[in-house]
Protein backbone atom coordinates (compact mmCIF):
# COMPACT_ATOMS: atom_id res chain seq x y z
CA UNK A 1 0.00 0.00 0.00
CA UNK A 2 2.67 2.57 1.27
CA UNK A 3 4.82 1.66 -2.23
CA UNK A 4 1.52 2.60 -4.32
CA UNK A 5 1.05 5.62 -2.69
CA UNK A 6 4.49 6.37 -3.15
CA UNK A 7 4.12 5.30 -6.83
CA UNK A 8 0.97 7.87 -7.16
CA UNK A 9 3.07 11.03 -5.43
CA UNK A 10 6.16 10.22 -7.30
CA UNK A 11 3.79 9.76 -10.88
CA UNK A 12 1.45 13.10 -9.71
CA UNK A 13 5.00 15.50 -8.80
CA UNK A 14 6.76 14.38 -12.19
CA UNK A 15 3.18 15.13 -14.22
CA UNK A 16 3.45 18.97 -12.04
CA UNK A 17 6.93 19.20 -13.33
CA UNK A 18 6.08 18.53 -16.82
CA UNK A 19 4.02 21.38 -17.09
CA UNK A 20 6.15 23.79 -15.98
CA UNK A 21 6.20 26.77 -18.62
CA UNK A 22 9.07 29.50 -18.97
CA UNK A 23 7.64 33.12 -19.66
CA UNK A 24 10.77 35.41 -20.48
CA UNK A 25 12.45 36.01 -16.54
CA UNK A 26 9.14 34.15 -15.25
CA UNK A 27 8.73 30.41 -15.05
CA UNK A 28 5.37 28.58 -14.19
CA UNK A 29 5.87 25.83 -11.29
CA UNK A 30 2.95 25.04 -9.70
CA UNK A 31 3.19 23.14 -6.57
CA UNK A 32 1.50 19.70 -5.37
CA UNK A 33 -0.51 20.92 -2.82
CA UNK A 34 -1.45 24.39 -4.68
CA UNK A 35 -2.71 22.56 -7.74
CA UNK A 36 -4.79 20.00 -5.98
CA UNK A 37 -5.91 22.93 -3.78
CA UNK A 38 -6.94 24.43 -6.43
CA UNK A 39 -8.96 21.48 -8.27
CA UNK A 40 -11.01 20.90 -4.85
CA UNK A 41 -11.60 25.06 -4.76
CA UNK A 42 -12.76 25.13 -8.17
CA UNK A 43 -14.78 21.67 -8.37
CA UNK A 44 -16.84 23.06 -5.48
CA UNK A 45 -17.40 26.41 -6.80
CA UNK A 46 -18.71 25.46 -9.91
CA UNK A 47 -21.19 22.95 -8.55
CA UNK A 48 -22.42 25.64 -5.84
CA UNK A 49 -23.26 28.43 -8.50
CA UNK A 50 -25.03 25.31 -10.41
CA UNK A 51 -26.70 24.96 -7.61
CA UNK A 52 -28.29 28.38 -7.61
CA UNK A 53 -28.31 28.22 -11.45
CA UNK A 54 -31.09 25.13 -11.09
CA UNK A 55 -33.02 26.88 -8.59
CA UNK A 56 -33.06 30.00 -10.99
CA UNK A 57 -34.13 27.73 -13.47
CA UNK A 58 -36.80 26.41 -11.27
CA UNK A 59 -38.20 29.65 -10.44
CA UNK A 60 -38.39 30.88 -14.15
CA UNK A 61 -40.44 27.77 -14.70
CA UNK A 62 -42.71 28.99 -12.20
CA UNK A 63 -42.62 32.91 -12.97
CA UNK A 64 -43.72 31.10 -16.77
CA UNK A 65 -47.00 29.39 -15.36
CA UNK A 66 -47.46 32.43 -12.78
CA UNK A 67 -47.57 34.71 -16.33
CA UNK A 68 -49.45 32.30 -18.01
CA UNK A 69 -52.33 31.93 -15.41
CA UNK A 70 -52.68 35.91 -15.07
CA UNK A 71 -53.25 35.59 -19.31
CA UNK A 72 -55.54 33.14 -19.48
CA UNK A 73 -59.08 32.25 -18.32
CA UNK A 74 -59.96 30.94 -15.55
CA UNK A 75 -60.86 27.27 -14.64
CA UNK A 76 -63.36 26.09 -12.50
CA UNK A 77 -61.91 24.86 -9.36
CA UNK A 78 -61.10 21.01 -8.75
CA UNK A 79 -63.79 19.49 -6.55
CA UNK A 80 -62.56 16.15 -4.31
CA UNK A 81 -65.70 14.79 -4.97
CA UNK A 82 -65.07 15.40 -8.71
CA UNK A 83 -61.82 13.37 -8.90
CA UNK A 84 -61.39 9.66 -9.73
CA UNK A 85 -58.02 9.09 -8.50
CA UNK A 86 -55.60 11.30 -6.26
CA UNK A 87 -55.09 15.08 -7.00
CA UNK A 88 -51.86 16.26 -8.31
CA UNK A 89 -51.58 19.28 -6.14
CA UNK A 90 -48.10 19.94 -8.23
CA UNK A 91 -49.95 20.55 -11.66
CA UNK A 92 -52.30 23.22 -9.87
CA UNK A 93 -50.24 25.53 -8.58
CA UNK A 94 -50.44 29.32 -9.40
CA UNK A 95 -53.27 28.33 -11.68
CA UNK A 96 -56.08 30.88 -12.22
CA UNK A 97 -59.55 29.07 -11.23
CA UNK A 98 -62.52 30.62 -10.31
CA UNK A 99 -65.67 28.81 -6.82
CA UNK A 100 -68.79 30.08 -6.30
CA UNK A 101 -69.92 29.80 -2.13
CA UNK A 102 -70.64 31.28 0.85
CA UNK A 103 -68.05 32.55 3.25
CA UNK A 104 -67.89 30.60 6.48
CA UNK A 105 -66.84 33.38 8.98
CA UNK A 106 -66.99 31.36 12.41
CA UNK A 107 -63.66 29.61 11.37
CA UNK A 108 -61.73 32.31 9.49
CA UNK A 109 -58.39 33.47 11.03
CA UNK A 110 -56.00 35.76 10.81
CA UNK A 111 -52.29 35.04 9.27
CA UNK A 112 -49.61 36.68 11.82
CA UNK A 113 -46.50 38.64 11.20
CA UNK A 114 -47.57 39.63 7.73
CA UNK A 115 -45.87 42.72 5.54
CA UNK A 116 -47.05 44.92 3.58
CA UNK A 117 -43.93 47.68 2.51
CA UNK A 118 -42.96 48.62 5.77
CA UNK A 119 -45.87 47.92 7.68
CA UNK A 120 -47.17 44.94 9.76
CA UNK A 121 -50.56 43.02 9.90
CA UNK A 122 -52.59 39.99 9.27
CA UNK A 123 -53.71 38.01 6.09
CA UNK A 124 -57.24 37.26 6.38
CA UNK A 125 -58.18 33.68 5.89
CA UNK A 126 -61.58 32.74 5.26
CA UNK A 127 -63.05 29.22 4.45
CA UNK A 128 -65.61 29.06 1.46
CA UNK A 129 -68.23 26.63 1.45
CA UNK A 130 -68.60 25.68 -2.36
CA UNK A 131 -72.23 26.11 -3.91
CA UNK A 132 -73.73 22.55 -4.08
CA UNK A 133 -71.17 21.01 -1.66
CA UNK A 134 -70.15 19.86 0.98
CA UNK A 135 -66.70 21.10 0.08
CA UNK A 136 -64.70 23.84 1.55
CA UNK A 137 -61.58 26.17 0.25
CA UNK A 138 -59.43 28.16 1.90
CA UNK A 139 -59.66 31.79 0.55
CA UNK A 140 -56.92 34.22 1.50
CA UNK A 141 -58.85 37.53 1.13
CA UNK A 142 -55.89 39.97 1.69
CA UNK A 143 -53.80 41.90 4.16
CA UNK A 144 -55.09 44.12 6.33
CA UNK A 145 -53.24 46.86 9.14
CA UNK A 146 -52.99 45.22 12.55
CA UNK A 147 -53.32 47.48 15.48
CA UNK A 148 -50.46 48.65 18.06
CA UNK A 149 -51.11 45.03 20.55
CA UNK A 150 -52.37 41.52 19.13
CA UNK A 151 -54.88 41.78 22.58
CA UNK A 152 -56.73 44.33 20.09
CA UNK A 153 -57.34 42.60 17.34
CA UNK A 154 -58.04 44.88 13.95
CA UNK A 155 -61.95 44.67 12.90
CA UNK A 156 -63.12 43.51 9.40
CA UNK A 157 -66.35 42.33 8.07
CA UNK A 158 -67.31 39.62 5.45
CA UNK A 159 -69.15 39.49 2.97
CA UNK A 160 -72.43 37.36 3.30
CA UNK A 161 -74.60 35.36 0.44
CA UNK A 162 -73.05 33.60 -2.51
CA UNK A 163 -69.76 35.08 -3.71
CA UNK A 164 -68.00 34.17 -7.12
CA UNK A 165 -64.26 33.38 -5.78
CA UNK A 166 -61.67 34.31 -8.45
CA UNK A 167 -58.03 33.77 -8.03
CA UNK A 168 -54.59 31.84 -8.08
CA UNK A 169 -54.26 28.63 -6.09
CA UNK A 170 -52.18 28.74 -3.25
CA UNK A 171 -50.39 25.91 -1.81
CA UNK A 172 -48.50 26.73 2.07
CA UNK A 173 -45.06 25.24 2.19
CA UNK A 174 -45.05 22.66 4.86
CA UNK A 175 -41.50 23.48 5.89
CA UNK A 176 -42.23 25.80 8.90
CA UNK A 177 -40.49 26.22 12.08
CA UNK A 178 -43.03 26.90 15.17
CA UNK A 179 -42.60 26.16 19.20
CA UNK A 180 -45.99 26.10 19.13
CA UNK A 181 -47.15 22.43 20.39
CA UNK A 182 -47.88 20.33 17.04
CA UNK A 183 -50.58 18.15 18.85
CA UNK A 184 -53.99 19.22 17.58
CA UNK A 185 -57.48 18.10 18.78
CA UNK A 186 -59.85 17.17 16.39
CA UNK A 187 -63.14 18.30 18.53
CA UNK A 188 -62.25 21.32 20.16
CA UNK A 189 -63.59 21.87 23.50
CA UNK A 190 -67.29 23.53 23.53
CA UNK A 191 -65.86 26.33 26.05
CA UNK A 192 -62.89 26.92 23.87
CA UNK A 193 -63.48 29.82 21.37
CA UNK A 194 -62.09 29.58 18.04
CA UNK A 195 -58.39 30.61 17.54
CA UNK A 196 -58.38 33.54 15.45
CA UNK A 197 -54.98 34.30 15.27
CA UNK A 198 -52.41 31.61 14.01
CA UNK A 199 -48.40 32.14 13.42
CA UNK A 200 -48.15 30.11 10.31
CA UNK A 201 -50.51 28.70 7.28
CA UNK A 202 -51.06 25.06 8.21
CA UNK A 203 -53.78 23.02 6.15
CA UNK A 204 -53.11 20.06 7.58
CA UNK A 205 -53.69 21.85 11.19
CA UNK A 206 -56.88 23.64 10.29
CA UNK A 207 -58.38 20.33 9.05
CA UNK A 208 -58.02 18.66 12.04
CA UNK A 209 -59.60 21.99 13.84
CA UNK A 210 -62.81 21.55 11.30
CA UNK A 211 -65.67 20.09 11.16
CA UNK A 212 -65.71 20.02 7.58
CA UNK A 213 -63.55 18.70 4.48
CA UNK A 214 -61.34 21.08 2.92
CA UNK A 215 -59.32 21.15 0.41
CA UNK A 216 -55.60 21.15 0.34
CA UNK A 217 -54.99 24.08 -1.85
CA UNK A 218 -56.32 27.47 -0.88
CA UNK A 219 -56.62 30.15 -3.07
CA UNK A 220 -55.13 33.80 -3.06
CA UNK A 221 -58.35 36.22 -4.00
CA UNK A 222 -57.22 38.11 -7.11
CA UNK A 223 -56.70 41.83 -7.24
CA UNK A 224 -59.62 42.42 -9.38
CA UNK A 225 -62.04 40.17 -7.56
CA UNK A 226 -65.11 41.68 -5.72
CA UNK A 227 -65.40 39.04 -3.13
CA UNK A 228 -64.63 40.81 0.11
CA UNK A 229 -61.39 41.59 -0.64
CA UNK A 230 -58.42 43.83 1.10
CA UNK A 231 -55.00 44.79 -0.11
CA UNK A 232 -53.64 41.84 -2.22
CA UNK A 233 -50.66 42.76 -3.79
CA UNK A 234 -49.33 39.48 -3.81
CA UNK A 235 -45.83 37.80 -4.52
CA UNK A 236 -44.64 35.24 -6.11
CA UNK A 237 -41.30 33.44 -4.89
CA UNK A 238 -39.68 33.40 -8.35
CA UNK A 239 -39.41 37.05 -7.54
CA UNK A 240 -35.84 35.84 -6.16
CA UNK A 241 -34.98 34.86 -9.56
CA UNK A 242 -32.50 37.74 -10.04
CA UNK A 243 -31.13 36.55 -6.32
CA UNK A 244 -30.20 33.26 -7.41
CA UNK A 245 -28.33 34.45 -10.83
CA UNK A 246 -26.71 36.89 -8.46
CA UNK A 247 -25.46 33.72 -6.57
CA UNK A 248 -24.67 31.93 -9.50
CA UNK A 249 -22.27 34.37 -10.68
CA UNK A 250 -20.80 35.20 -7.58
CA UNK A 251 -19.59 31.59 -7.24
CA UNK A 252 -18.42 31.02 -10.81
CA UNK A 253 -16.61 34.18 -10.31
CA UNK A 254 -14.47 32.70 -7.15
CA UNK A 255 -13.99 29.79 -9.26
CA UNK A 256 -12.34 31.68 -12.08
CA UNK A 257 -10.60 33.61 -9.42
CA UNK A 258 -9.51 30.73 -7.57
CA UNK A 259 -7.55 29.46 -11.00
CA UNK A 260 -6.07 32.82 -11.57
CA UNK A 261 -4.73 33.21 -8.18
CA UNK A 262 -3.56 29.39 -8.58
CA UNK A 263 -1.96 30.56 -11.89
CA UNK A 264 -0.29 33.84 -10.45
CA UNK A 265 1.24 32.27 -7.46
CA UNK A 266 2.20 29.73 -9.79
CA UNK A 267 5.11 31.88 -11.60
CA UNK A 268 7.89 32.77 -9.75
CA UNK A 269 10.93 34.95 -11.06
CA UNK A 270 14.04 32.92 -12.48
CA UNK A 271 16.70 33.14 -10.38
CA UNK A 272 20.65 33.44 -11.95
CA UNK A 273 21.35 29.79 -10.77
CA UNK A 274 18.05 28.55 -11.88
CA UNK A 275 18.18 30.04 -15.35
CA UNK A 276 21.63 28.74 -15.90
CA UNK A 277 20.47 25.35 -15.26
CA UNK A 278 17.60 25.82 -17.59
CA UNK A 279 19.91 26.85 -20.75
CA UNK A 280 21.83 23.60 -20.06
CA UNK A 281 18.40 21.63 -20.26
Not at 17 to 32: A, E, V
Not at 34 to 49: A, E, P, Q
Not at 210 to 239: D, H, Y
Amino acid sequence: MRHKTHKFNRETKSMIKSIQLRLHHYIFKPSLIGFISTLICIFLFINFGLWQYNKAQQKIAIQAVYNHAKINGALQFPLLSNQHQTLDIADWKYKKVTVTGVYEPKYQFLLDNQVEGDRVGFHVITPLKIDNTDEYVLVNRGWILCNDTHTNLPTFTTPTGLQTVVGQIWVPSKKIFSLESKTISRDLPKNEAWKLVWQYMNIDDYQLRVPFTVSNMAIKLSPTSNAGGFVRNWQVAAERITTHMGYAYQWFGFALATLLIFIYMSFSKIRPEENADLNTK
